[in-house]
């Protein structure tokens, strides 16, 4: 089957090459999946990178690339058709539409633990679905954490991204108020329509000075920020007194400045945000916590949530005009691979 692997850590461009490899065989309690499409997140580039929250377990592969050379496959997410089920599983019958996480999507076949498959109807689409697992349950999670009322604020850096669409769409039913930073005018128009209140090009000292306009001084409840550097520390000032600030992105590759003060004088709980770690606490809660936040997300997929509108598609022997796709400046919507 075809696999797009990396020997090293480094530029997605650079280290990434296709492969041919033998295709897995489910062991016991695990589900296969053929997949179909699979977007190109952050994340995902983040982790071939090294700069991801852990770094690839390179593994030798006999049928790999080199003759047996240690390496490891891309991709977090996915959508596509069970194929088999391993010994005793209790998963999805073969032929079964499905969402799949786990490691090393960006190749024909995956096997996942039968937990980690969602079945979808076919209300939702394979390019939704392949974006279900990552995008909708961070944004899910990220408002549970913060437990805002109804009626308090909350900023969103990057807000014309997947992420803040879906934050703002589902604030909105929450009864919250959505401030969005966006870098350029044109980013203004998907936000309209009650789902956020934008904001121009901010950084530093104007990002602060609108939000304070917005709010009538009073600065917003929570900030929720996916960028990190100037933006990132204009948010956090941007916070009121005992109010909320959770990163959960670093988009510029910079630091999040945090003055003593802020932590100190201003009470401001600083906090990180990380999907799998976040994930790991709701299944110590048990089945009943998985199953409705599940439900929740895979509700607000099949309503038509923002965010995972499509940009391009590309087969996975053209990743290289698809990771170039993906860094282009202004890019509204996801870039797949597919095949």
């Given at each position: 089957m075809r696999a797009l692997v990396f020997a090293r850590h480094g530029d997605p461009a650079r280290v990434l090459r296709p492969a041919e490899v033998a295709c897995p065989a489910p062991g016991p309690g695990q589900v296969r999946v053929r997949v179909t499409a699979r977007p190109v997140n952050p994340s995902d580039l983040l982790f071939v990178q090294g700069r991801?929250?852990?770094?690839?377990d390179f593994a030798p592969r006999p049928d790999g690339p080199g003759g047996g050379a240690p390496v490891a496959a891309a991709g977090f997410e996915g959508a596509g058709v069970?194929?088999?089920?391993g010994p005793g599983t209790a998963g999805p019958p073969p032929g079964t539409r499905v969402a799949v996480a786990a490691d090393g999507t960006w190749q024909e076949y995956v096997c996942a633990p039968a937990a980690a498959v969602l079945p979808v109807g076919e209300g939702i689409p394979l390019d939704a679905a392949c974006q279900l697992t990552v995008n909708p349950f961070t944004a899910h999670l990220l408002l549970d954490d913060l437990a805002l009322?109804?009626?308090?604020?909350?900023?969103?850096?990057?807000?014309?991204?997947?992420?803040?669409?879906?934050?703002?769409r589902l604030a909105r039913r929450r009864g919250l108020r959505c401030l969005a930073a966006v870098r350029r005018a044109e980013q203004v128009a998907p936000l309209e329509g009650g789902d956020a209140v934008p904001l121009p090009a901010p950084t530093g000292t104007e990002l602060v000075e609108r939000v304070r306009e917005a709010t009538e001084g009073r600065g917003v409840d929570a900030a929720l920020d996916a960028v990190g550097g100037s933006?990132?520390?204009?948010?956090l000032r941007s916070v009121r007194p005992g109010g909320r600030f959770v990163s959960y992105g670093l988009l510029s590759g910079r630091p999040v400045p945090v003055p003593p003060e802020a932590?100190?004088?201003?009470?401001?709980?600083?906090?990180?945000?990380?999907?799998?770690?976040?994930?790991?606490r709701l299944e110590r809660r048990g089945e009943s916590a998985v199953r409705r936040v599940t439900e929740d997300v895979v509700a607000a997929v099949a309503?038509?949530?923002?965010?995972?509108?499509?940009?391009?598609?590309?087969?996975l022997d053209s990743y290289a005009l698809a990771l170039e796709h993906a860094a282009r400046p202004g890019r509204t919507g996801k870039v797949l691979l597919t095949g």
């Open positions: 991801y929250g852990r770094r690839a069970v194929d088999a089920l009322r109804e009626g308090d604020s909350v900023l969103l850096t990057a807000g014309a991204s997947a992420v803040s669409r879906m934050i703002a933006v990132g520390g204009a948010a932590l100190i004088f201003h009470r401001t709980r600083v906090s990180g945000f990380w999907l799998p770690e976040r994930l790991e309503a038509g949530l923002p965010g995972l509108e499509v940009a391009a598609r590309y087969d």
